[in-house]
């Protein structure tokens, strides 16, 4: 009987024990505790294992413990086809073709908040299906020139606007369970000799420009990772810089994420080790090219660190900050249990990228053409529309039907491939050739196509195949003579160009060459204008270029690069089912030298002896942008041959309907420091359809201690107004939009003094004002 009783007490005991979860995985704990159990027992070969790749796109997890690896992929336009486990071959999965997303310049083209969110929330799902747990993007670098290769996977030139665009997108993605790793942090503005580039920049124009949007995402959506750029501020890496990382990302916004390496951008384990990087991805170091077996021991941040630690040169301190923090990102993705269900290519992803493509393409210019009524745009091409140019068309067209001619390689070129890690397989893409075919068969248009020029004809793309065919034999003569005999008989003539995904374009890994239209497109476009004027020029790009013939255009359609429905979207706002609403999220300027880095020669930058080291002196500072052209027109003297104006102004863009303005009232005259101000403007559509404005709020500071420039964006609100109706449009800002950063406090100051709200449709045209004091 004792001896009973002596078992049920030793069961009575045991069982809670075997039954007790470990800390770690107990979701009633707070996170920090459970990273503290984990931490306690995980072997050193485990720590050092989570903090470096293990293939191309994965980290280990914790196997023993029950953490499973770490999946990241490009981003940020969609998800990115798997490769081979160590190559960068695609794998050539069958479950992996995805919906792209329109480019990020198109996003931010919208200013539209909400389709931020929509965007993050879709591809968060495509996202999970693919079982990704870090999504390379989104990319905030601030469009600093016009050749920057990767502008178009960026969100502008202003870091308001971008940081406005970039909170809602990665608060859409991480609630679903995937984490954003916002890229590329920071000063990676421009492409040509990234590794080298060693940016010189005051503090001023660092936190004005080029910080503001990435401390946007890590402080207010709490972005879980961020992703280390590969060029060199102040002669270090920026994967390993004490400054970017310990000091600003860490210490002073508080970021409890984890620091990603861009694929190779690590390259010192005493600095990776000391300066805040917490895992290291795509390092070549020794024989890795050549595949070489545990390659990824050799990261700097693997054997070597380990025998550092064993040497007693480290101490496991760094170390275990590292590992906490990817124990951190993993409970908030791999490790989090109640995530939403991921789904791949639904129609609600396709719808998604159709509604952000559309309000997103950016009316440019729409003035009249021979045969319409005075004052009416050539664009949309309504049956009405139509109608008319074929009645008024030189060839007698009464005795037929409309006939439209399509020009240009980009109306049959797929964009969705190319550009570099962006470079996505689809389920589908619809071109602008086939977009616009449709809607030419619901009016009975006839449409006709020429090529024009040839440009990039790569059939296939790491293994994605284009989906028509760009082979082509003729010469540019009788491309051009084709074009130009077609338009001649035709009553209206859509061209569509632009730059492609090919290098030296919009790609990754270079700058343009130049900012002219490449190949033989101004050739053609001048050709097809001597018989035919009614031509609609679309551009398909992420960057601005030069224009020469733009005085003779009458209509002239910025579509970006938006992904699997482009030609759906390009031809419904062509054909006005879309009343277009985008405004341009950077200054189209009319010719390079408008651009303060080229004005001042301040790009690519000097190289150093031994070519090793290139500096990149941003010598124009906080001048970026329209910055730099308010400042061209105030200093502009007579004689002074840079024309002030730009081809299209920071914010611009039209509408098929008119708005008017009323005059700004504000909410007081007067606030103190802990105030907010807030403006009111009328703003009434004037025109008949239904359509959507953004409100664009400058603010100027009077007079100021230091140098400012002239007027900065701070607030912006898109309405939706019916033909006829006026809406109140509010915009609130506090001191911290009249602020600087004082370099020598190391601090944001605004100073008391007067200041002005400018108020209109674009940076280029202010149409009320409100003058006001801060205490
Ligand atoms: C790019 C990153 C990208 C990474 C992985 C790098 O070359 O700079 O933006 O996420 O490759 O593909």
Same mark, same amino acid.
């Given at each position: ?306 025998? +550092? &630690?064993?040497?007693? !040169?480290?101490? %496991?301190?760094?170390?275990?900050? $590292?590992?906490?923090? =990817? #124990?951190? *990102? ?29 309000? +997103? &393409?950016?009316?440019? !210019?729409?003035? %009249?053409?021979?045969?319409?009524? $005075?004052?009416?745009? =050539? #664009?949309? *091409? ?48 619809? #071109?602008? *050739? ?342």
């Amino acid at each position: 009987m004792k001896k009973l009783i002596t078992i049920c007490l030793a069961l009575m005991t045991a069982v809670p024990t075997l039954a007790q979860t470990p800390v770690y995985l107990d979701e009633s704990k707070p996170i920090e505790q459970r990273i503290d159990d984990a931490i306690s027992r995980m072997t050193l070969d485990e720590k050092i294992a989570v903090i470096h790749a293990q293939s191309k796109f994965s980290s280990p997890g914790v196997k023993r413990l029950g953490f499973p690896d770490l999946w990241t992929d490009d981003g940020p336009h969609g998800v990115r086809p798997d490769v081979l486990w160590d190559e960068w071959v695609q794998a050539g999965q069958t479950n992996d073709s995805c919906v792209a997303f329109p480019a990020l310049t198109c996003l931010a083209a919208t200013w539209n908040p909400a389709m931020a969110r929509l965007y993050g929330e879709s591809l968060g799902e495509e996202a999970l299906y693919r079982n990704k747990s870090v999504m390379l993007g989104p990319g905030v670098n601030i469009y600093r020139t016009p050749l920057g290769g990767r502008n178009f996977e960026y969100m502008g030139e202003d870091p308001w606007l971008a940081s406005r665009m970039v909170v809602p997108y990665v608060k859409g993605l991480q609630s679903k369970g995937v984490a954003a790793c916002v890229k590329h942090y920071a000063l990676n503005n421009d492409e040509e000799y990234r590794h080298q580039v060693n940016v010189i920049i005051s503090d001023r124009a660092l936190h004005e420009i080029y910080l503001p949007a990435f401390k946007a995402a890590v402080q207010e959506a709490e972005a879980w990772s961020i992703m280390g750029a590969y060029n060199l501020y102040k002669d270090q890496h920026n994967c390993h810089n004490n400054i970017m990382l310990n000091k600003i990302l860490k210490q002073d916004w508080g970021f409890d994420g984890v620091v990603i390496s861009d694929w190779g951008g690590c390259h010192d384990t005493d600095e990776a080790v000391k300066n805040g990087l917490d895992l290291e991805f795509g390092t070549w170091t020794d024989g890795l090219m050549m595949g070489k077996t545990n390659a990824y021991d050799s990261y700097y941040l693997a054997d070597a660190y380990k025998q +550092g &630690i064993l040497s007693g !040169k480290y101490s %496991t301190k760094e170390l275990d900050e $590292k590992v906490r923090r =990817l #124990l951190r *990102l993993y409970y908030r993705t791999t490790m989090k249990r109640n995530k939403p269900f991921g789904f791949l290519c639904s129609d609600s992803h396709y719808e998604a990228a159709l509604k952000i493509a559309q309000e +997103g &393409i950016v009316l440019l !210019k729409n003035e %009249t053409s021979p045969g319409l009524p $005075k004052g009416e745009g =050539l #664009l949309p *091409l309504t049956e009405e529309k139509l109608e008319l140019l074929r009645k008024s068309s030189p060839l007698g067209g009464d005795k037929r039907g409309v006939r439209i001619l399509v020009v240009g390689e980009n109306a049959i070129k797929m964009m969705t491939v190319g550009g570099g890690s962006s470079s996505l397989k689809v389920q589908r893409e619809i #071109l602008p *050739l086939d977009g616009i075919n449709v809607q030419c068969s619901m009016f009975n248009v006839q449409c006709d196509y020429a090529r024009g020029y040839v440009g990039d004809t790569i059939q296939s793309y790491n293994g994605v195949t284009v989906g028509r065919s760009l082979y082509e034999t003729r010469s540019q003569a009788e491309l051009t003579a084709e074009a130009v005999e077609k338009a001649r008989e035709a009553d209206v003539v859509i061209f569509i160009g632009g730059l492609n995904k090919s290098n030296h374009q919009d790609c990754e890994g270079h700058d343009r060459l130049s900012y002219d239209l490449p190949y033989a497109q101004n050739e053609v476009i001048e050709a097809i204008l001597k018989v035919n004027p009614r031509l609609v020029y679309v551009n398909i790009s992420g960057n601005g270029a030069a224009l020469p013939w733009i005085d003779k255009v009458p209509a002239v359609v910025q579509a970006w690069f938006i992904g699997s429905e482009a030609g759906e979207a390009i031809a419904s706002v062509l054909f006005g089912d879309v009343n277009p609403s985008g405004k341009l999220p950077f200054t189209w300027y009319a010719s390079l030298d408008q651009c303060g880095a080229h004005a001042l020669n301040a790009y690519p930058g000097t190289w150093r002896e031994g070519h090793k080291i290139i500096d990149e002196e941003y010598k124009e500072g906080l001048f970026v942008g329209y910055r730099w052209i308010d400042r061209l027109k105030m200093k502009k003297s007579k004689g002074d041959k840079v024309k002030s104006e730009p081809l299209f102004a920071f914010g611009h863009g039209l509408s098929y309907t008119t708005f008017q303005y009323g005059k700004v009232t504000a909410d007081k005259s007067s606030l103190t420091a802990d105030e907010q101000i807030t403006f009111t403007v009328p703003v009434t559509n004037t025109g008949s359809r239904a359509g959507a404005e953004t409100v664009q709020l400058y603010i100027r500071d009077v007079e100021s201690s230091v140098e400012r420039p002239f007027k900065e964006l701070k607030a912006f609100n898109k309405v939706f107004l019916q033909p006829g109706e006026t809406q109140q449009v509010s915009l609130t800002i506090d001191k911290s939009a009249l602020s600087f950063y004082d370099d020598k406090a190391a601090a944001w100051t605004a100073e008391p003094g007067d200041f002005e709200a400018l108020i209109g449709p674009s940076s280029g045209q202010i149409v009320t004002r409100y003058s006001f004091h801060l205490q």
